[in-house]
């Protein structure tokens, strides 16, 4: 059977959708880890840092956080002076300071090594199969930097029935009430609206900006609260497709989101996108301060004064930000959902 492929367009697509390892003991810590940025759901950075970067952070390591975390080592039992420790707060990679566990989930196991029923967030721990000894074993690493954390067992106390045996020497503990060191607060992120015709495809390739944390679908600069795609449709609420794109600034710049944008779309086409057309189909930048008003305005008038686009004048407009509206779960990553294609071009 030929299965025919779906290029989308809003006559096409949204009008039709809307009806609805085994290691030597001892070892040196190296893997090879692909370091693309990487974000975890609870907002931390977790790009795998280079082999440079962690043997800088090593180097600061007392002998036994050295021996645990950077040769797989494992500290005796009942000796770890975070065994006992009943205080509340987060437990922290020793060498790279990514929150690893949370006080919340640990309890007292009778190994003799601090314990935890689940993980602060599971992106920050990674898995790798240990035959060391013989037999095969999970070890848990930082998924961050590397480094030797302990094991996983599947005997742990309910909902997750799993316990996470861990070396004191390999955590750091941060009580609550006390700042977070810089290495382990969250990203501090900013966020930029894009309208550029239909948000599937603009959606699709924000997601997959280098430093972009996500990318969501909705409705935007309307006049309807809690909007719902078939009244945008209508054309009578004076909303745009829009993608709210949450980025790292660290890690990608608004200027280059800006580029990115200027590449998925035609910024010359007045209330329509290819095949698309109407209000809610219109160009546009929608601005969360002034910084951003000026940045965006400014690439505006470069883009003009280049003439990358000829005689064509370019239309979109740059305002601020009114408000914004989720679409429904079914427009989230339709791309990825679908297996479909779009005629948005791919900036990155």
Not at 47 to 60: D, I, M, Y
Not at 117 to 122: H, T
Not at 168 to 173: G, T, W
Request: with cysteine; net charge neutral; proline share 6%.
């Amino acid at each position: 059977m030929i299965v025919p492929v779906l290029f989308i367009g809003e006559a096409s697509c949204h009008r039709a959708a809307s009806q609805e390892s085994g290691k030597k003991k001892g070892a040196p810590v190296e893997r090879a880890r692909s370091r693309q940025p990487r974000y975890s759901k609870a907002g931390y950075d977790i790009t795998p840092l280079s082999p440079e970067q962690v043997k800088a952070l090593a180097a600061k390591l007392d002998p036994e956080a050295y021996r645990v975390t950077q040769k797989s080592g494992t500290e005796p039992p009942f000796c770890g002076t975070l065994l006992d420790n009943h205080k509340e707060g987060v437990y922290t990679c020793v060498v790279c300071g990514l929150p690893l566990f949370s006080s919340r989930n640990k309890f007292n196991s009778g190994t003799g090594w601090p314990s935890f029923d689940r993980e602060f967030d599971p992106a920050h721990v990674a898995r790798h199969s240990d035959t060391a000894l013989g037999t095969t074993r999970t070890e848990i690493t930082c998924a961050r930097c590397g480094a030797h954390q302990g094991h996983v067992f599947d005997d742990g106390p309910k909902p997750t029935g799993e316990r996470h045996c861990l070396n004191s020497a390999s955590l750091k503990f941060v009580e609550n009430g006390q700042p977070l060191p810089a290495d382990s607060q969250s990203v501090k992120t900013e966020t930029a609206y894009f309208a550029g015709g239909c948000f599937w495809g603009v959606q699709h390739y924000f997601t997959r900006g280098p430093g972009v944390l996500e990318a969501t679908s909705g409705y935007a600069q309307g006049h309807v609260d809690h909007v719902t795609y078939k009244q945008v449709c209508g054309g009578e609420t004076g909303h745009a497709e829009t993608v709210k794109v949450v980025f790292d600034p660290k890690r990608i710049t608004y200027r280059r989101l800006l580029e990115a944008f200027f590449t998925m779309h035609d910024p010359t086409q007045t209330n329509r996108q290819g095949p698309d057309w109407g209000e809610q189909y219109r160009s546009g930048i929608w601005t969360t301060g002034d910084e951003q008003k000026r940045e965006a305005e400014a690439f505006v008038r470069e883009q003009e004064a280049s003439k990358r686009f000829g005689t064509r004048k370019i239309v979109t407009q740059v305002e601020p930000l009114r408000n914004f509206w989720p679409a429904e779960e079914y427009h989230q990553e339709y791309l990825a959902k679908n297996g479909a294609v779009c005629h948005v071009k791919d900036p990155w």
